[in-house]
């Protein structure tokens, strides 16, 4: 039994976070969220025990993890935008490296074994395949992909070293909302697909731009696997429970995604559709560095972790969204 243990929540305000905590108590899991509330929020913690406080405070959270006992770390906490981090990549390293090794020598002070890592499809990069499995070299071609492959080897070197049991959790395109509209994406300033859409279908963005209308996919623009974050959350839910589980230290990276690709043209009529709204759409030409497709193979965090995406057709995907940013919006 891995349920009723204490978790830390490194970042449990953000978006896929506050997904994840709830989740997290759903499962019987008693949650302390940690957080700075750089770019989190307070109501996205719900009634949960919240600690505030910065990822690189090595000595705060050496104490949170004693005195809350906790038994495994989920830890979200990091700067997210790959584009800013080509402009200013230090931020990027101080936030989403030397600071999880604060956390990491924390977690050794406090003698915390168990962390599952939010890790991310760009460690891959520009690959020439169908399908992203986790053995694929990994090349990532931004400041932010080689900040989350950095900690992987971190993580993979402390199996040995300390002890540590972890897996790295590489999401492809989090998107969606919570079904029952408590939580959802809430980035400032917003720069992912499906948000930016619905801004242009409530009015709030005059037009919506399409970047490359010259790929070779089936209608000429990029091809994304659109997980929903509810299922994401599922998936943190079952790698508590399996590095918990684990009876030798070890390091795993799983991607998580549905294994099917849409096409952002796709993903504009599926907008316009449940919404019921119309908006301008502008054709641009490829920004650098946008692969044509990136779609993931799944089959280890299925076998490893039993778990399979539930939510995720883009239908449920944007409703879900549109249901939260309208909720919000009135
Ligand atoms: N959103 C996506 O599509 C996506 C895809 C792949 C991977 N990821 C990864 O998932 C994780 C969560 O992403 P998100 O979209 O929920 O982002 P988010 O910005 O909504 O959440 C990040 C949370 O971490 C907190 N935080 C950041 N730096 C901190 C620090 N130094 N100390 C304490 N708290 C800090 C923020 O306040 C926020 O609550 C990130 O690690 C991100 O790299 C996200």
Redesign the pocket.
């Known amino acids: 039994m891995t349920t009723g243990k204490n978790i830390l929540v490194?970042?449990g305000?953000?978006?896929?976070?506050s997904h994840t905590t709830l989740a997290l108590s759903e499962a019987g899991y008693n949650v302390t969220v940690?957080?700075?509330?750089?770019?989190?929020h307070r109501d996205a913690c719900f009634d949960l025990d919240v600690v505030e406080?910065?990822?690189?405070d090595q000595p705060k959270l050496t104490a949170v993890l004693k005195d809350k006992d906790i038994a495994c770390v989920v830890h979200?906490?990091?700067?997210?935008e790959a584009g800013q981090s080509v402009i200013d990549p230090y931020a990027f390293y101080e936030?989403n490296v030397a600071?999880t090794l604060a956390l990491l020598q924390a977690m050794r002070a406090a003698d915390v074994g168990h962390l599952v890592f939010?890790?991310?499809?760009a460690v891959y990069g520009n690959q020439d395949v169908d399908m992203l499995s986790e053995d694929l070299p990994k090349q990532p071609v931004n400041p932010y992909g080689h900040s989350?492959l950095m900690v992987e080897t971190v993580l993979q070197t402390a199996v040995d070293a300390y002890g540590l049991t972890s897996v790295a959790l590489r999401?492809f395109?989090?998107s969606g909302a919570d079904a029952k509209g408590r939580t959802g994406e809430r980035?400032d300033p917003e720069t992912?697909l499906i948000p930016l859409l619905i801004q242009a279908a409530l009015g709030q963005r005059d037009h919506f731009k399409i970047f490359g209308t010259d790929y070779d996919t089936p209608d000429g623009s990029c091809i994304r696997d659109y997980i929903h974050v509810s299922d994401l959350a599922a998936g943190h839910v079952a790698a508590v429970g399996y590095v918990l589980r684990r009876t030798q230290p070890s390091f795993e990276g799983m991607n998580l995604g549905t294994g099917t690709g849409h096409s952002v043209r796709e993903v504009v009529d599926t907008v316009k559709r449940v919404s019921e709204r119309d908006f301008r759409v502008d054709e641009c030409p490829r920004r650098a560095g946008d692969p044509a497709k990136l779609v993931a193979d799944s089959t280890r965090a299925q076998q490893a972790l039993g778990w399979h995406a539930q939510h995720s057709d883009l239908d449920t995907i944007v409703r879900d969204a549109w249901h939260f940013f309208r909720t919000r919006n009135r």
């Open positions: 490194v970042g305000a953000g978006f896929i976070g940690y957080d700075n509330f750089s770019t989190g406080g910065d990822l690189s979200f906490a990091a700067l997210i936030n600071a939010s890790s991310t499809a989350k999401y395109n989090a980035h992912h």
